[in-house]
């Protein structure tokens, strides 16, 4: 089975902090996704990465960044937090597949507070 | 631009009862994927099917159905006898043909409760 695991299922940090969300996957897959939940918003894509040290800009991609420096794992960035990221926080990972066929894997969540 | 639309946003069903999901997607591309996730209460999201545009054949897994018409770009889904198990909420996602990074987009969801 496919697993992905993030660091933390919750966690609280102040406004003007810098905050990591470090995301684990275990199937050698290519891409990596990294998505925030709100009500009533749905899951909204904020970067993605289909190779190491690769990334590309989501739907929100302000006030966030990435690192992928190994193929396992995707690390979110928010570089200065805010209480407008207080959200859950989503980590996928799929195969490189061609043709966008693949279905994604997520992991567990991070809850995000910022005070 | 592609989108997905779910315009029911919380359904409430009694035990046994059957429950049908919409999902009406909206894309410019011919070839492209279609999927449904299930969101439980613990958080994480789980692949329940993937459709692809050149199969419409309906498809059934146990209590599970899923009706895909492409004449009217709906992707719906249908549990039948619910369980108090299926409360959860569901995703519809769509996936466009062409890039290597199966980028999704969902959805707003669909929070279903299944009352005993």
């Known amino acids: 089975d496919v697993k992905v695991t993030q660091s933390s299922r919750y966690l609280v940090k102040r406004t003007g902090e810098k905050v990591f969300l470090e995301c684990v996957q275990d199937m050698d897959h290519e891409n990596m996704f990294w998505y925030r939940q709100d009500p009533g918003l749905g899951l909204r894509l904020i970067y993605f990465?289909?190779?190491?040290?690769?990334?590309e800009k989501g739907d929100i991609p302000e006030g966030y960044s990435v690192s992928r420096e190994k193929k396992e794992r995707f690390s979110l960035i928010l570089e200065s937090a805010s209480t407008n990221q207080t959200s859950m926080y989503l980590c996928?990972?799929?195969?490189?597949?061609?043709?966008?066929?693949?279905?994604?894997?997520f992991g567990d969540g991070t809850r995000l507070s910022i005070l | 631009a592609q989108k997905v639309t779910q315009a029911q946003t919380e359904i409430s069903v009694v035990e046994k009862e059957d429950v049908t999901l919409d999902c009406v997607y909206e894309?410019?591309?011919?070839?492209?994927?279609l999927f449904w996730y299930k969101q439980p209460p613990s958080g994480e999201l789980v692949f329940l099917i993937r459709?692809?545009?050149?199969?419409?054949q309906n498809e059934i897994s146990g209590r599970y159905s899923w009706n895909f018409q492409k004449s009217t770009s709906s992707f719906n889904f249908t549990i039948t006898a619910s369980q108090v198990v299926d409360s959860a909420v569901y995703f519809c996602?769509?996936?466009?043909?062409?890039?290597?990074?199966?980028?999704?987009?969902f959805g707003k969801g669909i929070t279903l409760s299944v009352r005993p």
């Open positions: 894309t410019r591309d011919t070839t492209y994927y």
């Open positions: 459709r692809n545009s050149f199969d419409e």
């Open positions: 996602a769509l996936s466009e043909f062409g890039g290597a990074n199966s980028k999704l987009t």
């Open positions: 990465s289909y190779d190491v040290k690769m990334k």
């Open positions: 996928a990972s799929s195969p490189g597949a061609t043709g966008g066929n693949q279905p994604q894997h």
